[in-house]
């Protein structure tokens, strides 16, 4: 009974052991359905009440103004930027001047000895992240690190432009499909250059390996390529079930249609396979907007700033791709969409590894977090609900790296929010320390469940073309985006590499509560 | 007892005349504070339940489609437009081809004979609302009828101008103050060419009439200068006292919470004046967001093409202007901001009357819903919970009206939003017929609560400044907004005229149920 109690106030370290461990109970509980639902009911109200809704603060004044609210241009702020009048860059706790970027990018971001992450995260993972969040991740760096140039929330922008009128060079205007081309036999995006799509792509890239997707960026990698190609396949056979649901409906129709189907497939994937490989919890995660329904939930969404720097996980990128045996360098893989076309779609997710940090991205990062007067770390931990770290070592679980940290900043709470995330002990079981989880699960939550597509209005059959369309978003997985769409027999695909056995890890020594694996993130 | 059950679910009719007579009943329950605030939380969340809130539909598509809660270029649709391949631009109801707008005008909307309002509405009622809706309806002809430009809400861009940029130009940055200037011993607004704020004037009006002011067009009619004129005064003069309560603040801190300040005052004024008057109840409507705390409420808005479209009540201006005995026609008095300085602002409001359509824009809109394929009047009625109309003579009271209607149209159910709207009879004791306030209630009760600053985490006395700040909002009316803000005695301040006395118009044979005062609206 106390057990059951904890779970609805329980400490947010209590509750992750909890969640990641006795799988029995998780068993029991995931199979009985009005538990179930409502723990997932909990989960989406205490993660979505985190985040303020609308929003109160953006990066250029801090206090409440209306620009908060009417101008979309900035990013949300969860907490208000530190007044610059302040004795110190972090309020009144640490230095007067903060430490040379560099130097603590040096000191904390440059891996020294490489260590695999404990859960068994797989390549695939990282470029779902990666694909999925720069949809909603678009920095306005011409106005300023505060601004952005997106719609705030899952928009399928990623897969569709930006706008419509790239949208529209995208489309067939035949069946409501995407333009495709093939090559080698197998379906893939058109060519940048014959559909006037605005792509960016290094002076070397041939016309022939320019793709034209939603994200000018998503040709320069492969894995970005991948999930372009995937998504726009799916797009494609959405539209085929629907044509043949629906005759005398037109390309217009079946594409605005197969659109918000897709957009859900998005969410219940991200939901229930992507966040929870993330999690790790034993906890069966669902995406059911019904439990959100006659709860207060405000169906709008900011992405903030915050949760953007907390999102670069550049580190989760491996050093080495083995794709069918023939093995490439992160440098041979970037700005060569060409090697994911020659060994096809299947032979592409295969492997696991993990490689160093994107330096130059980092120290960007850095440099934006002042610019924009983050509050310190332990202020984004009291923001969310968690004990501020009373020491560099409680936070690091480390002495010699606790010193480091020490001389530069002075004191615990004058430590940057990012650089903090980075040097935190990672919790047993997990990817990422207590913080970064604790802050991001609220955003993640917030951002999806507020979808449009959720409310109560919306989510029904006839928002998906029926009850044909509706079930192909409520019975989405990424093994079945992925199997419906490669051709032959499909390969292995999830976000775990294959050899993954729990614990396996930690009990080699590599990653447990001791060590912090603090240098991969 | 069976009368209070009705209350909670009466029809709108019953609701009505229950709300505009029993005036001692009223007193009673205006006078207990538990009893009024659950039906004033009853009216809220009853009008706003009828907006769809993410809006569903914009006028490109006829079904759901993302672009209706992602594309805020769109006016939001509360009904989807008649799908093109219906056999006539109603669905099935009507003839092939909707009558000649010309025709429709000449008969319908040109006046025969002049009626005043049975409510005695003033002069400051119609400049009131043309003020104050010009802040969010914005249509974007370039793009077309169903697109707008604004921030589809209250977001005081009519005072501060429509961007940044605007705002910056009215700025004087020094203690959080608009720009002024002194003609005659009075504060006006500066002139355009002294500020560089794009306005818009025709050729003849001189540099020094051409006032700078938050909307373009606001100079064009001198009841508009005025009501910028008492904001800017107002902002100015709120500005003075935060500027007192808090000596330690710059200018850009001043400005910005006076600027929710003024936000605030605005909705106060709005809801309990202006909608006050406007339903003419004896029922005291009152702003008071905490109402909603802990209810099904979203605070987020869109405007309607729908709402923009009820809300064209150019017939409300007068044809003349008596300005301390100086009578003025309407054509006088346009693109002349120099009469209200002449006069002065103490001598402006003083009288009432009622002028004709402006024909052109009518002619204008009604092809705009037909461009839109606006659904039938009686689809609308429908879906706002009113029962259809039977009849032309049901909808009119009026035969001979009736008659020419059934020959333009052929079916009640053919008949188009706007022109039912107009030949609508009037409710008793009411500025307008049922249709036009049952859908245009919820989208203003809507549009008004579901401001930012209403929601939980804004609605609080820091976020206006502390409690003096937040006491200002709360003691708006529209009478100290012009006291506080005009020198000498205060003028005689209400949408009501003078010398109104209830009924009075009614006894008179003017306005009765019969009658149906259509050809003035």
Redesign the interface.
């Known amino acids: 009974m106390k057990k059951i109690k904890r779970w609805f106030k329980p400490d947010p370290e209590t509750l992750h052991n909890l969640l990641t461990k006795n799988r029995w109970l998780w068993k029991i509980i995931n199979n009985v359905p009005f538990l179930h639902d409502m723990l997932m009911k909990r989960v989406y109200t205490v993660r979505s009440d985190n985040i ?3 929003p ?1 603060y953006e990066s250029d ?1 801090e ?10 241009s900035y990013y949300a702020r969860v907490l208000p930027p530190v007044p610059r009048e302040c004795p110190t860059p972090m309020g009144t706790a640490g230095k007067k001047e903060l430490p040379d970027i560099d130097l603590v990018v040096k000191k904390f971001f440059l891996r020294k000895e490489f260590k695999p992450d404990p859960i068994g995260t797989s390549v695939l993972f990282s470029y779902f992240a990666q694909h999925f969040t720069h949809q909603f991740f678009k920095t306005d760096l011409k106005r300023g690190p505060g601004f952005q140039w997106g ?1 705030h ?1 899952v ?2 922008s990623h897969i569709y432009g930006k706008d ?1 009128s790239v949208e529209n060079k995208l489309r067939s205007f035949k069946d409501g499909k995407l333009k495709t081309q093939i090559i080698d036999g197998e379906e893939w995006p058109p060519y940048a250059q014959d559909t006037n799509v605005p792509m960016i792509y290094p002076g070397h890239v041939q016309n022939d390996n320019r793709f034209a997707l939603g994200h000018e960026f998503f040709g320069l990698l492969p894995g970005l390529l991948a999930y372009g190609t995937i998504w726009m396949r799916e797009h494609n056979r959405v539209c085929d079930i629907m044509k043949k649901e629906h005759p005398d409906w037109d390309d ?2 079946i594409f ?2 197969s ?2 189907i897709i ?1 859900g497939e998005t969410i219940k994937i991200v939901i229930e396979d992507y966040v929870q490989h993330l999690s790790n919890y034993h906890f069966q995660l669902t995406f059911n907007p019904k439990l959100l329904f ?1 709860e ?1 939930f ?3 969404n900011r992405i903030s700033v915050e949760f953007n720097h907390l999102y670069h996980w550049h580190p989760l990128m491996p050093s080495e791709f083995n794709i069918s045996g023939t093995v490439y360098s992160q440098k041979d893989i970037m700005f060569h969409p060409e090697i994911l076309v020659k060994h096809g779609m299947r032979n592409f997710f295969t492997f696991n590894n993990h490689g160093p940090t994107t330096i130059p991205v980092v120290k960007q990062l850095i440099q934006h977090g002042r610019t924009l007067r983050f509050q310190s770390f332990n202020q984004y931990r009291k923001r969310f609900d968690l004990k501020p770290f009373k020491s560099f070592e409680e936070l690091t679980g480390d002495k010699k790296l606790a010193k480091d940290l020490e001389e530069l900043y002075g004191d615990i709470d004058a430590l940057e929010f990012y650089v903090g995330l980075t040097v935190e002990k990672r919790r047993p079981l997990a990817l990422f320390g207590s913080t970064l989880i604790e802050i991001g699960s609220p955003f993640s939550v917030k951002g999806l469940m507020a979808n ?2 959720c ?1 109560p ?2 989510w029904k059959p ?2 998906f073309g029926g009850d044909v369309g509706f079930d192909i978003v409520n019975t989405a997985t990424l093994k079945k985006l992925f199997c419906a769409n490669i051709k032959g027999e499909c390969p292995y695909v999830s976000f775990r590499v294959h050899d993954y056995v729990e614990g396996d890890v930690k009990e080699k020594g590599y990653c447990g509560d001791e060590s912090g694996c603090h240098d991969e993130l």
Chains 1, 2 share one sequence.
């Open positions: 303020d809704s609308p109160l004044h206090y409440v103004t209306l620009d908060a609210t009417y101008n979309m719609n929330g928009d399928v419509k217009e129709r605005q249609t659109k918000l957009l006659g207060l405000q169906y709008q449009a597509i409310s209005r919306y006839s928002t």
